[in-house]
C-alpha cells in the first residue's frame, strides 16, 4: 500500500519534472539523476505533513536502499532528511517498483559499509563530504514486508 496524503511537488521545478517523468514512464525515463542511476524517494513533511518527493541516487544492495542526505556538500542537510526522522515510514520507487520502508540512520561501521556501496556508485559523496564542516547522513531503508 502506498503512502497516502496529498502530494506537493517540489518548487524547483527540475526536480518536479524529473519525479512527474519517472512515475509517468514508470522508471523508464527520467531514471538518471546528475548522469547516476537514481530512485525516487517519497517522505511526509516533517511540519506539513504533506507528500514530498525527491529523486536520489540508487544505492541497495539487493533489498535495502541507502539514501545519502549529501546535497551536493551544502552546509544544511537536505530537507527530506528532517522529514525522515520525524516521519521514517517512507515509499520508494525503483523502476515501475513501489514500495514502503522504514528508514533509520546508520552509524560507525554500518556507516562505512554503507558509504563505500554509494561512493562505488557516486564517487562524488567524498568530496561532498570534505567541503562540508557537517556529518553527512546515510540512511538504510528497510523493506516493510
Not at 2 to 15: A, D, H, N
Not at 71 to 84: D, R, Y
Amino acid at each position: 500500500m502506498p503512502l497516502e496524503g496529498e502530494y506537493e511537488p517540489s518548487p524547483w521545478e527540475p526536480i518536479a519534472d524529473q519525479v512527474a517523468l519517472y512515475e509517468s514512464t514508470d522508471g523508464a525515463e527520467g531514471n538518471e539523476f546528475l548522469g547516476g542511476p537514481c530512485i525516487i524517494l517519497t517522505t511526509r513533511g516533517a511540519k506539513s505533513g504533506k507528500l514530498r518527493k525527491t529523486p536520489l541516487i540508487r544505492v541497495t544492495d539487493g533489498t535495502r536502499y541507502g539514501v545519502v542526505g549529501s546535497m551536493g556538500g551544502a552546509p544544511t542537510a537536505p530537507q527530506w532528511v528532517h522529514n525522515l526522522r520525524a516521519n521514517p515510514e517512507v515509499e520508494l520507487q525503483d523502476g515501475p517498483v513501489r514500495r514502503l520502508y522504514t528508514a533509520r540512520q546508520t552509524e560507525g561501521d554500518e556507516k562505512t559499509e554503507w558509504w563505500a556501496r554509494a561512493t562505488e556508485i557516486w564517487p562524488d559523496y567524498d568530496e561532498y563530504q570534505r567541503s562540508t564542516d557537517r556529518v553527512i547522513h546515510l540512511f538504510v531503508l528497510e523493506p516493510n514486508d
